[in-house]
């Protein structure tokens, strides 16, 4: 189905806007306290409107793992730091290796679908081919079995 502009629109089940918008959320949380070297729950507990509880599950299950998730991330990355990777593509990568760690139930394809559009919407050219590169590689290791990467694209090392 095209909108307006001509481009094609994926057509959603119900509840996936609420998971896309509780991760969209969550995304402008992360970054937020990136950017203000805070611990995202300082950054929750200032918000005059408390997110919703996806929201808070996302953003609490990514500081609480904050150590594993950046190691699964690290590990996948080749020739990328942490603190060299554009901040919106980090939050994203960190919400969906929290998703594929933690959310068995919910689809590797659904995750890694979810954080590519976030990073096309939100960081750079390259950051979609980017994230689903090495987000394949984190549900790889982190769910076994073959990690489908969306676009077929295997993007992950800064070098290309």
């Not at 730091?81 to 990568?93: E, W």
């Not at 933690?102 to 096309?120: F, G, M, Q, S, Y």
Request: charged share 30%; glycine share 6%.
């Amino acid at each position: 189905m095209a909108d307006g502009g001509g481009q094609r629109r994926r057509r959603r089940r119900p509840g996936d806007d609420l998971r896309t918008e509780s991760r969209e959320r969550a995304l402008t949380i992360l970054y937020e306290a990136q950017s203000k070297r805070l611990e995202p729950s300082e950054v929750v507990a200032s918000l005059p409107i408390r997110p919703d509880d996806r929201v808070i599950e996302l953003v609490s299950g990514v500081q609480d793992r904050a150590a594993a998730i950046d190691e699964a991330i690290r590990s996948h990355a080749r020739n990328w730091d942490l603190a060299r990777m554009p901040v919106i593509d980090l939050a994203v990568l960190r919400i969906a290796t929290h998703e594929l760690m933690c959310e068995p139930d919910t689809p590797t394809a659904v995750i890694i679908d979810e954080a590519v559009e976030l990073a096309k919407r939100f960081s750079t050219d390259d950051s979609g081919r980017f994230v689903n590169g090495v987000l394949a590689a984190v549900a790889q290791q982190v769910r076994g079995g073959s990690a489908p990467a969306v676009g077929g694209t295997e993007a992950h090392d800064a070098t290309e």
